[in-house]
């Protein structure tokens, strides 16, 4: 069964179920005042006849000349009360009939014989000559004199009544069931349409037209909600299919010249190596140095291809400032050879959850890129702690970045201007590694420009005590 007729059946069946509800309710409400009208009139009539009966004192039974008894057994007295709806019949206490109203003819009210001095008055339905009466019994006493007195009303015209508002409310109810199942449909269909719509147009979307959008016709719903998540999503990966197309490109367009390099000196060794000992060192070295670049690249691309993994990354507690000074002695040496001054400093010593490996190598990136860019000058490393976050700042005394290149300067094979000839070492990938790295880490960098001129590259990091806090 399809979406569209479960919603359908699904919300017919609760409205027709709630209808069903209301009606019964409103049916035995009905039946609830028709019962109580009834109640009530022969209630009245029962009132008028005992304050008649008692304005008679003694009251007795057994004198004939006692104005009660008089006034009771008298039926042309009691045919004050007779109607079509009010029937009346006294009997003594033993339940012998000693009057009536006309109306009864030859039928006999049955004595209640539930009735006493606690219960002197009831209510029941009874039969009367196959039709139904509602009957009002009156227990009257007065010292050892008593009387009964009872007052029925048919209850066939209110039965009537009933019988007629229930096959009304029947028939409402039927009409009403049909019209819910057709607007259920219809509210189904108005539902499921733009669904399907949806569902058509993703059909039509292929790998080479992810710039397609769905156009939800303006609409503000649900169905407009998930028609701009999908067109989110698209965007997204028409993204990320642009930078993994503009990756592929970037890594051919790196390795090629490499790759071209060692494949001349290749073919100059095949010529001349045996012959020519000046050539065959170049050629050697020449294909050396360019393996080792490819090395360097394809160790780069498997460190962001770790750092994408961050879920398989073990982790451990690591001590960012001991961290960054050991890397700062190791470069040392390469700073001194360009006449750099590199420093390290540290204003606390935070402790962060990472791999040390991986916080090794970026913090190596940082301090590589900034000796290999500043010519003269000063290199200077540092850590801090905020209440939250640890930071470490690279800064450097180099030309600075252009503000046109800073939204650019972390994609991987990108180089600014002044990095684009070979004269300058490198794979395009340090700062793409770099903040691969501190993303799976919980943390970012970023880049401005340094106080003296040059670059400031900022790292911040998670502290190890904010993500063991209890939530």
Known sequence: MSLRWRIALWYAALLVVALSAISGTIAWRLQSILYDEAKYSTNATMRNIVQSAQQSSPFSLEDPDAGTLEFLFNSNNLANWSSPTSYVQVDSAGGYPLAKTANLGSARIPPNTTLDGKHPDAFRRITIDGAPFLVEDRLISEDANSAVIHVAQPLDLIYRVFAQATQTIVVVLIAGAIAVTLLSFAIATQAITPINELSDAMRRFRFDRLDTRLRPSGRSDEIGRLA??????LARLEEAFARERRFISDASHELKTPLTSMNANAQLLLRWGENDPAVRRESLETIARESASLAEMVNGMLTLAKADRGDAIPKEPVALAQLASEVVRAAASRAAEKGLHLSFEHAATPT??????????????LVDNAIKFSERGEVTVRVGALPTLAWLEVTDSGPGIPSEELAHIFDRFYRADKARSRDVPGTGLGLAIV????????????????AAGGACFRVTLPLLDALTEPS
């Open 352 to 365: 962060v959850l990472g791999d040390p490996a991986l916080l090794r190598q970026l913090v190596g990136n």
């Open 228 to 233: 701009d998540s999908f067109n989110d999503l």
């Open 435 to 450: 903040r691969s790295i501190a993303r799976v880490h919980g943390g970012e960098v970023a880049v401005a420009a340094g």
